[in-house]
């Protein structure tokens, strides 16, 4: 199956900046692949989209992190990141990388990391 693995999160003051990282693993090809993406949850809260790009490279921001974050990626090995600048307390919340793939039996698939906690704090 596919999996996503997360790396990149942790403690960071407002005003500052981490990179989240999301690699695959499995058996697809970047061919399959429509779009990458994050998302974030804080606690009591439903998870939001926070970016996306598509396999053409098009990216999408939420409102509240464009000027702010930035998605990227490396096509060859569906890995997807996410630049995040000037952070701010409100940014708190476990970020979840997502991989949408076509399956020839399945059709699109989505696919989830296990999450990475980032906390913005003095």
């Known amino acids: 199956q596919v999996q996503l693995v997360e790396s990149g999160g942790g403690l960071v003051r407002p005003g500052g900046s981490l990179r989240l990282s999301c690699a695959t693993s499995?058996?697809?090809?970047?061919?399959?692949?429509?779009?990458m993406g994050w998302y974030r949850q804080a606690p009591g809260k439903e998870r939001e989209l926070v970016a996306t790009?598509?396999?053409?490279?098009?990216?999408n921001y939420s409102d509240s992190v464009k000027g702010r974050f930035t998605t990227s990626r490396e096509n060859t090995k569906n890995t997807v990141y996410l630049q995040m600048n000037s952070l701010k307390p409100e940014d708190t919340a476990v970020y979840y990388c997502?991989?949408?793939?076509?399956?020839?039996?399945?059709?699109?698939?989505?696919?989830w990391g296990q999450g990475t906690l980032v906390t913005v704090s003095a």
């Open positions: 997502n991989l949408k793939y076509y399956h020839y039996t399945s059709g699109t698939v989505d696919a």
């Open positions: 499995g058996y697809i090809s970047s061919i399959n692949v429509m779009a």
């Open positions: 790009i598509s396999r053409t490279g098009a990216t």
